[in-house]
């Protein structure tokens, strides 16, 4: 019996837990650093980005900002009144 358990059944047990640990290391390689940390990194560099460039454009000044949503609403109504 105790051969049976130190060959056999410890032998399967080692198997799985390196079959085990060859896919946790692709999924961890693969998919956890490629894919899930290349979104979270992207929507970081979309978000810095878009914010260098929204600065621009910011002023403070209500007025500016009231003549730019009063355009848009403008275009809006004139996109509604062409498209139907």
């Known amino acids: 019996m ?31 650093q490629k894919v899930v ?17 929204l600065r621009y454009i910011q002023t403070g000044r209500v007025q500016q900002y009231a003549a730019v949503l009063f355009a848009a609403a403008g275009l809006f109504g004139l996109i509604l009144v062409l498209t139907t």
């Open 37 to 53: 940390d290349g979104a979270v990194n992207g929507a970081g560099f979309t978000a810095e980005e878009s914010g260098g460039i």
């Open 2 to 32: 105790y051969w049976f358990d130190q060959h056999v059944i410890d032998g399967f047990v080692n198997g799985v837990a390196f079959v085990s640990r060859k896919v946790a290391g692709f999924v961890y390689d693969v998919i956890d």
